[in-house]
């Protein structure tokens, strides 16, 4: 068991931020809210639980990065990675256009991944949690590989993000800072 009488909720422009040690389930309990993973207990959307909802319901409602950025075509440029995820999700190509601008990749539009560093494939996979458009982000150490200019270009999506009322969660190991507006909650896992 990883975890027990964990309860947690969201409010217009909260911010999470899921902390502890490695091994604590953070990533775990991202996986456990995207409902990728089997648990015990309740989870629910707006007061209803996401088991009375379809899987493609669940997922328009988030949109999820991983701790690492291996599920990136790294033959393709930044912007056919961007256009596979926008037909995938069924969204304007204008919008990829708009995520690769906001993360400061517009001038790597081009580039085929193999050639993008640690930092810029990281904002290239944010790139696409910022273009699927989302309400909640679920988001597993997204300043990987990020200098500090990427990380301010993090910060201000983010900011973005909750203003608009949106969510997230996020797992990291570094310190998150408030979101400009709504609130921002630490939790601990694996804490005696």
């Given at each position: 068991?990883?975890?027990?009488?964990?309860?947690?909720?969201?409010?217009?422009?909260?911010?999470?931020?899921?902390?502890?040690?490695?091994?604590?389930?953070?990533?775990?309990?991202?996986?456990?809210?995207?409902?990728?993973?089997?648990?015990?207990?309740?989870?629910?959307?707006?007061?209803?639980?996401?088991?009375?909802?379809?899987?493609?319901?669940?997922?328009?409602?988030?949109?999820?990065?991983?701790?690492?950025?291996?599920?990136?075509?790294?033959?393709?440029?930044?912007?056919?990675?961007?256009?596979?995820?926008?037909?995938?999700?069924?969204?304007?190509?204008?919008?990829?256009?708009?995520?690769?601008?906001?993360?400061?990749?517009?001038?790597?539009?081009?580039?085929?991944?193999?050639?993008?560093?640690?930092?810029?494939?990281?904002?290239?996979?944010?790139?696409?949690?910022?273009?699927?458009?989302?309400?909640?982000?679920?988001?597993?150490?997204?300043?990987?590989?990020?200098?500090?200019?990427?990380?301010?270009?993090?910060?201000?999506?983010?900011?973005?993000?909750?203003?608009?009322?949106?969510?997230?969660?996020?797992?990291?190991?570094l310190n998150v800072e408030p979101p400009a507006t709504g609130t921002l909650r630490r939790v601990t896992l694996g804490a005696a």
């Open positions: 068991m990883l975890f027990q009488n964990l309860s947690l909720s969201l409010g217009e422009g909260d911010v999470i931020h899921l902390a502890g040690p490695n091994g604590a389930g953070k990533t775990s309990l991202l996986r456990v809210i995207a409902g990728a993973l089997p648990f015990e207990g309740a989870l629910a959307w707006q007061g209803t639980p996401i088991s009375e909802n379809t899987r493609a319901s669940h997922a328009a409602r988030f949109a999820y990065l991983p701790a690492n950025d291996t599920h990136l075509k790294v033959l393709e440029t930044s912007y056919e990675n961007l256009m596979f995820w926008a037909r995938l999700w069924g969204i304007g190509g204008d919008i990829a256009e708009n995520s690769l601008s906001a993360l400061g990749l517009l001038d790597l539009r081009d580039r085929p991944v193999r050639f993008l560093s640690a930092g810029q494939k990281r904002r290239l996979s944010l790139a696409a949690v910022i273009m699927k458009g989302s309400w909640l982000w679920l988001l597993d150490e997204p300043l990987n590989g990020l200098d500090a200019e990427s990380s301010l270009l993090f910060r201000a999506a983010l900011d973005r993000h909750t203003a608009k009322g949106g969510l997230a969660v996020i797992a990291s190991h």
